[in-house]
């Protein structure tokens, strides 16, 4: 009964030309199920068909649920999501391979975005900040969709201790990193925590200092009175108006910024990033890679992309970028810090050198960023000055 009824208020909002904003979309239900008398039973029909109309149908109890991060489906049987803990199956199927494949289609429109045989891959962003990914066969056996849950907590450095994801010690370096205005980047695979720990650090600048937000899609949460933020925007259905990550950064440089930061960069943008990190400005980047032993050649590849050879791109990476805190996650499903690492020139090419690890404890650079934080007047940590050690 219940698909026959969204079919009915479907098929009486696209007669009448209508968007299914919420007050419409309650009138044409009450139109289509005037034998419904029930107030209870009216709002649960009310939930079910927004969901399936301008929701995102069987997913949107997920969505909802605190702590979902992240909600994938494989194929009509196999949806899975995650809180924190790994990904979990979840009791949620759909009718049938059609009935993802018009979700996916549905979701890619609202965003202006298609989806078809023509246009088989999809990455867009909703309208509530929740990042869409769609793929319909015949790439993929299924059609399948990923969507990446915008954070809803504002989450301090505090909370990330709590909640075992960064050691106390750990998080005293961390804070240093901030007060000295060191720049840094964050690394590590994707569900890491990156972009929360990042929102976390730049949320302690002093109120006075603008931070100038770069991103792909609004994913930052940051718990701070002078935050400027820019988006990508994709190009439309015609192939124009395209604004990405490299020219946002340039004309983050003309907006008077204390610290820049940048969601994520992972091509050419890193070019004109580095040049306003040598120029005076502060900032933080999230970067995915393996290990912090890994970060030089992600640094040289996307360098290449830009047409800068390893060399150039070691002297911008080691003059612009202090740390490195690289993130993983443990067997039990948390985020957590495992690294911190220091950059450097080594022969023309950059280096890394350990500050700290989990798994090896104080490193030989702890020295090394202990006298750059008592130079710039903040307080050294006790953990770099070898008093305070950190295990796994």
């Known amino acids: 009964m219940t698909d026959l009824l969204i079919d009915r208020v479907r098929r009486r909002l696209v007669e009448r030309g209508l968007t299914a904003d919420a007050g419409l979309l309650e009138l044409a239900l009450r139109e289509e199920a005037d034998g419904v008398v029930d107030d209870m039973v009216f709002d649960g029909l009310r939930r079910e068909v927004a969901a399936e109309i301008v929701g995102a149908g069987p997913l949107e109890p997920l969505l909802a649920t605190p702590g979902v991060t992240d909600v994938v489906v494989n194929s009509p049987a196999a949806v899975w999501f995650d809180r ?80 075992g994801s960064v050691a106390a010690p750990v998080a005293e370096v961390l804070r240093g990193l901030v007060d000295a205005k060191l720049t840094f980047v964050l690394t590590g695979g994707t569900g890491t925590g990156k972009t929360t720990l990042l929102g976390a650090l730049i949320a302690r600048a002093a109120p006075g200092e603008r931070l100038v937000l770069i991103e792909d899609a609004a994913e930052l949460v940051v718990d701070h009175p002078h935050v400027v933020r820019l988006v990508t925007r994709a190009a ?61 050649a992600r640094f040289a590849a996307l360098g290449a992309l830009a047409g800068l050879p390893e060399v150039s ?49 104080i490193g030989p650079a702890a020295r090394a960023l202990a006298a750059r934080l008592g130079a710039r007047g903040t307080t050294v940590p006790e953990m770099l000055l070898g008093s305070a050690g950190v295990g796994p």
């Open 236 to 296: 439309n259905v015609e192939g124009a108006g395209a604004v990405g990550l490299r020219e946002l950064v340039r004309q983050s440089l003309r907006m008077r910024p204390d610290r820049l930061v940048v969601g994520e960069f992972r091509g050419a943008e890193m070019v004109e990033l580095l040049v306003a990190l040598n120029t005076g400005h502060e900032g933080g980047a999230t970067l995915h890679a393996n290990s912090a032993a890994d970060v030089p």
């Open 84 to 163: 924190g803990r790994g990904m979990e199956r979840a009791d949620v199927r759909f009718a049938d391979e059609a009935a993802v494949r018009r979700l996916a289609q549905r979701l890619a429109a609202t965003s202006g975005r298609r989806l078809d045989d023509a246009t088989p891959c999809v990455d867009a962003v909703l309208a509530d900040g929740t990042r869409l990914h769609a793929v319909v066969p015949p790439i993929s056996e299924h059609t399948t969709l990923s969507l990446r849950v915008l954070a809803r907590n504002r989450l301090t450095l505090e909370d990330l201790v709590a909640a």
């Open 313 to 361: 791109v070691a002297h911008l990476v080691a003059s612009a970028i202090d740390v490195i805190v690289h993130l993983r996650r443990a067997e039990d499903g948390r985020r957590v810090v495992s690294e911190i690492a220091m950059l450097h020139r080594e022969d023309e090419r950059l280096g890394v050198t350990s500050v700290w690890s989990a798994a090896g404890g």
